[in-house]
Nanobody, 127 residues
């Protein structure tokens, strides 16, 4: 059974930092794109960041560029999201996602392209 388990969420003040982790089990994602999405209260789910299987290529939502960094450790089958300079509008449930198809980075921002999802972790940024 494939599982993605997020951790690291919680409450932080505006301007603070937080690091999310997503540990995968049940299959290796070392050849697959991994991504982070979020869903804020009353809003649709949105793409945040994606990373290629090598980790050499990354993509970001414009509003998080320069503040968030996605990375991965294939030896640990884990992907990370370092979030700095957090704002109240970053408050959301954050989900990690992994692709089933390997070596495919097309439409990385489409949630429908990801077969595996974590349960989500709440990030709350207070003003």
């Amino acid at each position: 059974q494939v599982q993605l388990v997020e951790s690291g969420g919680g409450l932080v003040q505006a301007g603070g930092s937080m690091r999310l982790s997503c540990a995968a089990s049940g299959r290796t994602f070392s050849n697959s794109v991994m991504a982070w999405f979020r869903r804020a209260p009353g809003k649709e789910q949105e793409f945040i960041a994606a990373i290629s299987w090598t980790g050499h290529t990354t993509f970001y939502l414009d509003s998080v560029k320069g503040r968030f960094t996605i990375s991965r450790d294939n030896a640990k089958n884990t992907v990370y999201l370092q979030m700095n300079s957090l704002k109240p509008e970053d408050t959301a449930v954050y989900y990690c996602a992994g692709r089933e198809i390997e070596y495919d980075i097309s439409r990385y921002e489409w949630a429908s392209r990801y077969a595996y999802w974590g349960q989500g972790t709440q990030v709350t940024v207070s003003s």
